[in-house]
């Protein structure tokens, strides 16, 4: 077994360092021929100039079915030949594409390329995941239904905040209780929301987003 | 035969709707680059169904404000807006000049056919008023016992024009001689919605004369 | 493979590419009476476009998914991918397929070895390089009979 990677600058030189260091046989395969010196320099791997995306090149490759096969170009469409034509023509199962445009994730899956990587969509999950969004909404339920039970935190930013009930807007969600100074409020109407308080809010799962604008302000 | 205009300052727009929509027969067709030659039609001859482009801007007129005259006016002629897909904040604001549908560019010949259909069954339907006489006419007329198919019209009437005083009036003529208390009670109803409103005014005090 | 025109009544087309051949067939199926929408990254290639073209363009990456939504690909009657580029084209002709279930592509590809990769997908192609392979061996054919 070895480890092809097709195209890529920086990122195909630090796989194929992290490979090569683990002991494995790696191909790597790019278009610079200026990169590919810098490459042979730096590397011992087996380094070809030319379009990995291209048949002639691949056959050069001596492409095993157990191979691993890494396409890193910056172009979608790239990657996409080139893993069709090694799980179509070299049957190799571990064909794995680099997806650029995140939008694109659902476009492969579709057509048959179902190992893919992209770092766009890893990146905006990381910092959603850290800002200050979440920060304030703790999830109270998460299982396959459309429902999503959440607290939020109301803080003076908040654009609901030392309003009252009626006067929100909700689309497709309610507000369940109020949690204030350890004690639960089963809000009405004309229940104002203060500063500190924790919003127990049922709504639509596809409506989450337009409740943290709601609640938390534009994000 | 419908009348169909269109006003758009771009030609691709125009030349669209108008390839696609004169394959249908009767169909007659006018297109406008100027909101102020548009206007000028609508006042000799109303349309079946009016495109406007909501980029359209000369001098004070841009598509919105047309729609704002549009209404003003009372003009019941069936609006659609074309757009942009980039453009959804004017959409909504069309929105609230009662226009019927809105599209964007680029549009296919499917869905400007379907819109028109829309349009053509809506300036099709008899007005509020025409309803209204229409009703009226077959209360007068209605024999004792099979009314149910009136009652219900009416009762729609009440549902889709909630505050308006016709229906309760138009009710109360229809329960007149079954239950003259609630005849009573919606043409007060009626005319507390309009005070001004004379039918219902002679009929509450014939009504509550004959008591 | 059953790429078919239907000329009735009004349709719509996309066209991915305004390069020579792209203009050419936009101008003809607009001069049909068609609606259609030409898609290339490059503003100027629209030049290509006669005066009588009554179609829409769109400015943006071909292959991108958003571009093709704003396009409503998935409404489109028939998709001609032209743009001149065999991997974006592959990937055009595919994502059409597989994410818009639109059925009735022709993608023109210049490598011949790209047919196998369209074929396996039932995806018609014109491949410029066939087609003049093909006349110029009738030629020498007709030569030798000689």
Not at chain 1, 89 to 98: D, Q, V
Not at chain 2, 175 to 188: D, E, T
Request: glycine share 4%.
């Amino acid at each position: 077994m070895k480890v092809i990677l097709i195209g890529g600058e920086e990122i195909s030189y630090y796989l194929g360092r992290m490979f090569l260091n683990r002991g494995y046989k790696v191909t790597m395969v790019n278009k610079k021929p200026q990169y590919c010196k810098y490459l042979a320099k730096k590397l011992k791997a087996l380094i070809i100039n030319g379009d990995g995306t291209d048949n002639k090149v691949l056959e050069q490759l001596e492409l095993k079915s157990d191979d691993v096969f890494i396409a890193l170009t910056p172009r979608d469409q790239d990657n996409l030949v080139a893993c069709l034509a090694a799980r179509e023509i070299y049957k190799i199962e571990n064909a794995i594409s680099l997806i650029n445009d995140p939008e694109n994730l659902e476009v492969f899956e579709k057509i048959g390329i179902e190992k893919t990587v992209s770092p766009v969509s890893i990146m905006a999950k990381a910092i959603f995941a850290s800002s200050t969004v979440e920060k304030h909404i703790k999830s109270l339920l998460t299982d396959s239904s459309d429902l999503e039970i959440f607290e939020i935190d109301i803080n003076e930013s908040s654009p609901v905040s030392r309003k009252q009930l009626k006067n929100i807007e909700i689309k497709d969600g309610i507000i369940g209780a109020i949690k204030r100074n350890n004690s639960s409020i089963i809000p009405k109407g004309d229940t104002y929301i203060l500063p500190g308080d924790k919003l127990i809010i049922i709504s639509k799962k596809e409506m989450k987003n337009s409740v943290y604008n709601t609640f938390i302000g534009e994000t | 035969m419908p009348l169909i205009y269109v006003l758009s300052e771009e030609r691709n727009v125009i030349r669209n709707i108008i390839s696609i929509l004169e394959k249908v027969d009767g169909n007659v067709l006018r297109s406008f680059t100027e909101p102020d030659e548009l206007l000028n039609e609508i006042r000799t001859k109303k349309p079946d169904l009016l495109f406007v482009d909501l980029k359209v801007s000369k001098g004070e007129l841009t598509g919105i404000s047309l729609l704002d005259k549009f209404k003003r006016y009372n003009y019941n002629f069936p609006v659609v807006v074309v757009t942009t897909l980039n453009s959804i904040e004017a959409v909504k604001k069309a929105f609230q000049y009662d226009v019927i549908d809105y599209i964007s560019i680029p549009f296919t010949p499917d869905e400007i056919l379907e819109i028109f259909q829309k349009a053509i069954k809506i300036s099709n339907e008899p007005t509020f008023n025409e309803k209204i006489k229409e009703l009226k006419k077959r209360i007068e007329f209605m024999n004792k016992e099979d009314n149910k198919d009136l009652e219900d019209q009416i009762k729609s009437l009440f549902y889709k024009n909630p505050s308006l005083p016709q229906p309760h009036y138009l009710y109360a003529l229809f329960m007149k001689n079954k239950n003259p208390n609630i005849a009573i009670k919606n043409l007060k109803a009626s005319l507390a919605l309009d005070p001004n409103f004379k039918e219902a005014k002679y009929a509450l005090d014939e009504l509550e004369n004959n008591k | 493979m059953d790429f078919k025109i239907p000329f009735k009544k009004s349709f719509y087309y996309v066209v991915f590419g305004c390069g020579r051949l792209g203009s050419i067939i936009a101008n003809e199926l607009s001069a049909k009476g068609h609606s259609v929408v030409v898609i290339d990254r490059d503003e100027a290639s629209f030049e290509n476009l006669s005066f009588d073209f009554t179609g829409f363009t769109l400015i943006g990456e071909a292959n991108e998914i958003e571009q093709m939504r704003e396009a409503k690909i998935d409404k489109a009657h028939a998709v001609f991918v032209l743009t001149p580029d065999d991997n974006t084209n592959i990937m055009i002709a595919l994502t059409v397929k597989k994410y818009f279930n639109v059925n009735n592509i022709i993608a023109r590809v210049y490598n011949p070895k790209n047919i196998k990769t369209f074929a396996k997908y039932k995806i018609e192609i014109v491949c410029p390089t066939m087609l003049a392979s093909n006349r110029l061996k009738k030629f020498i054919s007709k030569g030798e009979k000689q």
